[in-house]
C-alpha cells in the first residue's frame, strides 16, 4: 500500500492565507478496528471557506487546531472494510481532510458516491456541497419565480455558476458579476448566463447593473459583500430576497463594516438571510438527487481546476484565495478508480 501524507496546519494567517502555514509529513498507514474503514483519499476540494477554518477566532466552526491535519471534503475508496455499511469498492464522499489515507466509522461520511451517475469528481462541484450551497441558497432562500432577474456574484465560481445555471433552469433572467474577460465569458459562453459583467474592468458598476437588470433585481446570491454588495443592494426590487453565501470580498477578522443593515431593506421590505450548507445535511442525499435529475437532461456545464499531489495542496489554496482559479479547485490525491 501507498505511505501516507498528512498535511498539518502549523500557523495562523497573519493576515494573509500563504503555504508555509501548512507542513505535509509523512505518516504510516492507519489500522482499522471493528466498525471502522480505511478510506483512500482520491479528490480534494478546495474552498474559500478554508479561510475562515485557520483562522483565530471561531465563525461558524471551531477553528483547525495547530499541529493537526487540515479540514477538508473529500471523495475517496474505500480499500478496507469492517463496516456494514462500506464495503471495499465504495466510493464515498466525506470529511476526511487532507490526508492520503484515513480511518472512518462513518461519522464524517456524507454519502455514497454513483460513479455510474457522473465523474466522482463531481461529487465535490454540481453534485455535491457547491450544488446543494447553489440550490438552497438560490431555491429554499431566494425562492425565485419565473421571469425574475437573479444577480449573482464570484458568478463562475463553483457555486456562482450553478446558481446560475440553477436560475436558468428555474425561467429566470440569470446575471453574474465575475473578475476578468476569460471569467465572463464562461458565465455567457459555457454557463448560459444572460449578462456578466467584468468587474474589475468596469468604470461604474452601478451603471453595468442598470444596463444588465433593467427591471431591477429580485433576487441576490452574494459571495463577495463589499463594494458589489452595496451596488446590488441600490437596484433590489420590492421584496426582494437577499442570500449571503460568503463575503470573500472582505477581511474574516476584524469584523468588517459590511454586509450590514441596509436601508434598502426597510425601504424595499426585502429580506436578507445568511445560510449555511452544512445546517441541511438532513436533506442532502434529497438535494443531489434533484441536481441529479438536472444534470442527466443536460442543465449543467462545470469546469475544474485540478492541481496534481496533496503535497500542493497549500499552494493550490492560496491561489483559490487571489482568485486564481478558473473552475472549482481541486486536488487529486490518488488515482481515481
Not at 81 to 102: C, E, K, N
Not at 279 to 297: N, P, Q, V
Request: net charge negative; charged share 20%.
Amino acid at each position: 500500500m501507498s505511505e501516507n501524507t498528512h498535511v498539518l496546519l502549523r500557523a495562523r494567517p497573519d493576515p494573509a492565507v500563504t503555504a508555509d502555514l501548512f507542513e505535509p509529513v509523512a505518516v504510516s498507514v492507519p489500522k482499522i478496528g471493528d466498525g471502522e474503514v480505511l478510506i483512500r483519499v482520491i479528490w480534494l476540494s478546495l474552498d474559500p471557506a478554508m479561510r475562515g477554518w485557520i483562522a483565530e477566532a471561531a465563525n461558524y466552526s471551531t477553528p483547525v487546531p495547530l499541529g493537526q491535519p487540515m479540514t477538508g471534503f473529500t471523495v475517496g475508496e474505500v480499500v478496507e472494510s469492517r463496516h456494514a455499511d462500506y464495503p471495499v469498492g465504495t466510493i464515498v464522499q466525506g470529511r476526511q481532510g487532507w490526508r492520503r489515507f484515513a480511518v472512518s466509522d462513518g461519522s464524517d461520511i456524507d454519502r455514497v458516491v454513483d460513479p455510474s451517475v457522473a465523474p466522482i469528481s463531481t461529487a465535490l462541484s454540481v453534485l455535491g456541497l457547491n450544488g446543494a450551497t447553489a440550490y438552497i441558497g438560490l431555491v429554499e432562500v431566494c425562492d425565485p419565480k419565473p421571469g425574475e432577474t437573479v444577480v449573482v456574484t464570484t458568478a463562475a465560481g463553483a457555486v456562482g455558476s450553478m446558481v446560475g445555471q440553477i436560475a436558468k433552469v428555474l425561467g429566470c433572467r440569470a446575471v453574474g458579476i465575475a473578475g476578468g474577460p476569460g471569467k465572463t465569458r464562461a458565465c455567457l459562453d459555457e454557463f448560459g448566463f444572460d449578462a456578466a459583467i467584468d468587474y474589475k474592468n468596469t468604470e461604474d458598476l452601478g451603471a453595468a447593473l442598470d444596463a444588465a437588470c433593467p427591471d431591477g433585481v429580485d433576487c441576490f446570491f452574494d459571495n463577495v459583500g463589499a463594494e458589489q454588495f452595496d451596488r446590488v443592494m441600490e437596484r433590489i426590487n420590492q421584496s426582494a430576497r437577499i442570500a449571503i453565501c460568503g463575503t470573500i470580498g472582505m477581511p474574516s477578522f476584524p469584523l468588517p463594516t459590511g454586509p450590514r443593515s441596509n436601508r434598502q431593506l426597510l425601504i424595499k421590505r426585502a429580506r436578507m438571510q445568511g445560510f449555511l450548507i452544512l445546517d441541511h445535511f438532513d436533506r442532502y442525499d434529497a438535494i443531489i438527487l434533484r441536481l441529479s435529475a438536472w444534470y442527466r437532461a443536460g442543465h449543467f456545464r462545470y469546469r475544474e481546476d485540478i492541481t496534481d499531489g496533496i503535497e500542493n495542496a497549500a499552494g493550490a489554496l492560496v491561489r483559490l484565495l487571489a482568485g486564481g482559479n478558473t473552475g472549482k479547485a481541486l486536488v487529486r490525491v490518488g488515482e481515481d478508480s
